[in-house]
Structures are given as C-alpha cells and as structure tokens.
C-alpha cells in the first residue's frame, strides 16, 4: 500500500482511538506498538525532520 496524506494530526487521532480501544477493553495503562519508526528510505519515522519539525513526536507525547 502507499500512503498518502501523512500528517501528525492524523497520526495523532489513530493513536488516540487505539488509546481509546484498550481501554475500552479494561486496560488502565494502554500500551501501543508503533511498526516502523525509523524506516527514512520508507517514509516511517518519528524523529524530527524538515517538513514537520517535531510533529510526528509531539503527536506520540499528547496521545491521552
């Protein structure tokens, strides 16, 4: 598959309906597996880069 329209914002809603999945499922301390996060030649990263700054990061920290 090829993504398109990659955004820290709607990184950030994915992770907070996983957030939201686990603890609907009794979990009080939800732990989420982010795949490939530091796949540059893919397109997968969280590290800061020139598009987005921090975004990717700051996306990951405010999931609640």
Known sequence: PVVTGEH??????????????????????PLLFVASL?????GHYLEPDARFGTGWLEALRAAR
């Open 8 to 29: 820290p914002d709607r990184f950030h809603e994915a992770l907070e309906r996983g957030v939201a999945f686990t603890r609907s499922q009794g979990y009080d301390d």
């Open 38 to 42: 530091n796949e540059w030649s893919e």
